[in-house]
C-alpha cells in the first residue's frame, strides 16, 4: 500500500509563474489537508478537503491560494502568480476518515523556490 | 486559537543516553489529542506517539515515552537510549476532538535533536 505520494518532491517556479503541487492520498483515505512549512517553523495547517468539497480553509491565504480535491485524481494545491514569501515546504496528509485524524499519514512535501 | 510552545529550539544528547523535550500548549477545550512528529533530514513527518487527553495514563511506545500533565498543559516527549537514528527534528502538535470547525493540527516550532555519538 503506498503512501502518500506528493509531486513534484521539488518545484522551481519565476515570481509571477504558477506552481501546482499535486497529492495522491492513500488508497481509501477520502480526507486531505495541506500544510505549509517555513524555513526553521513548524507545518502551519491551510485547508482541509473531502472528494469534491472544501470543508474547512482558514487556514489558507485569501489572496492567489486555491486548492481541489475532485472525484478522480489527486488533491490539488494551486499558487498563482507565485511571490518570494511562497517559498516553502508544502505538505500533504491524509486519513480515511474525518474521526479517524490520530492515523494521518503525511507525504514527503513538495519545496517550492521562487526565485 | 490554541497554541503549541516547545521552548528548546536544540537539544543534544549522548548516544545511549536518555533526553527529554519539552512542549507546553494552550486550549480551552477539554478533550482534544497531543502529538510528537519526527522529522529526520529527508523531510518525512513520522508520528512518534499520541495521547489523547481524556486518557490520564502516559502513553508509551518502546524507547518513546510522554510525560502528560493536563492540568499544567504540558506534553514532553522522554527518549531512551538514544540512537544516532533519532536524529530529527521534533515537533509536538495538537488537535481538538472531531466536532466541526478546524481539524488541522497545530504545530510547534520544533526542537532539533542531535545526538553524539
Known amino acids: 500500500n503506498a503512501g502518500v505520494m506528493q509531486n513534484p518532491r521539488h518545484l522551481v517556479r519565476r515570481r509571477g509563474q504558477e506552481a501546482r503541487l499535486r497529492c495522491s492520498p492513500m488508497k481509501g483515505h477520502s480526507h486531505v489537508y495541506w500544510y505549509r512549512q517555513l524555513p526553521e517553523e513548524g507545518l502551519k495547517f491551510m485547508v482541509y478537503?473531502?472528494?469534491?468539497?472544501?470543508?474547512?480553509e482558514s487556514g489558507m491565504p485569501k489572496e492567489r491560494f486555491s486548492a481541489e480535491f475532485p472525484k478522480e485524481g489527486p488533491s490539488i494545491l494551486r499558487i498563482q502568480q507565485v511571490v518570494r514569501g511562497d517559498s516553502a515546504a508544502y505538505f500533504c496528509?491524509?486519513?480515511?476518515?474525518?474521526?479517524?485524524?490520530?492515523?494521518?499519514?503525511f507525504g514527503q512535501g513538495t519545496r517550492l523556490t521562487v526565485v | 486559537a490554541q497554541t503549541v510552545t516547545q521552548s528548546q529550539p536544540e537539544m543534544s544528547v549522548q548516544e545511549a543516553e536518555t533526553v527529554t523535550l519539552s512542549c507546553t500548549y494552550d486550549?480551552?477545550?477539554?478533550?482534544?489529542?497531543l502529538f510528537w512528529y519526527k522529522q529526520p533530514p529527508s523531510r518525512q513527518m513520522i508520528l512518534v506517539i499520541r495521547q489523547e487527553a481524556y486518557k490520564q495514563q502516559n502513553a508509551t511506545e518502546n524507547r518513546f515515552s510522554v510525560n502528560f500533565q493536563k492540568a499544567a498543559k504540558s506534553f514532553s516527549l522522554k527518549i531512551s537510549d538514544s540512537q544516532l537514528g533519532d536524529a530529527a527534528m521534533y515537533f509536538c502538535?495538537?488537535?481538538?476532538?472531531?466536532?466541526?470547525?478546524?481539524?488541522?493540527?497545530?504545530f510547534g516550532k520544533g526542537t532539533h535533536l542531535i545526538i553524539q555519538p
Open positions: 496528509a491524509s486519513s480515511p476518515q474525518k474521526a479517524k485524524m490520530t492515523e494521518a499519514f
Open positions: 478537503l473531502q472528494k469534491e468539497n472544501i470543508i474547512d
Open positions: 502538535a495538537y488537535r481538538k476532538v472531531a466536532g466541526g470547525g478546524a481539524d488541522g493540527l497545530t
Open positions: 486550549t480551552s477545550e477539554s478533550d482534544y489529542y
